[in-house]
């Protein structure tokens, strides 16, 4: 199974960077598309931006051109970097992995980190 833990959350003004990161761990396992997605307090959960284990993005119209992310396969490392942040941004940002286990049998699996808050606010 993968365990996520995320990092680099915290508090910057607005126009500030963040960089998070998402580490994977465990054994016997494949990770296609990786994503982080945040949760704003009274908001449901939105998705910010994935990659596939291609390089493949995609990224939500309210982030593009601001947030990059990206991935070291070697690591099993995800990254975010959060540009020009707005208040809007503020949300817990969650790691989310969609893997295969190898087994025999091969399983698919979702798991999700424990999130990071980000706080962008004067």
């Known amino acids: 199974q993968v365990q996520l833990v995320e990092s680099g959350g915290g508090l910057v003004q607005p126009g500030g960077s963040l960089r998070l990161s998402c580490a994977a761990s465990g054994s016997r396992f494949s990770i296609s598309t990786m994503g982080w997605y945040r949760q704003a307090p009274g908001k449901e959960r939105d998705l910010v931006a994935t990659i596939t284990s291609g390089g493949s993005t995609n990224y939500a119209a309210s982030v593009k051109d601001r947030f990059t992310i990206s991935r070291d396969n070697a690591k099993n490392t995800m990254y975010l970097q959060m540009n020009s942040l707005k208040p809007e941004d503020t949300a817990v940002y969650y790691c989310?992995?969609?893997?295969?286990?190898?087994?025999?049998?091969?399983?698919?699996?979702?798991?999700w980190g424990q999130g990071t808050q980000v706080t962008v606010s004067t």
């Open positions: 989310n992995a969609q893997y295969l286990v190898i087994g025999p049998p091969l399983r698919n699996y979702n798991s």
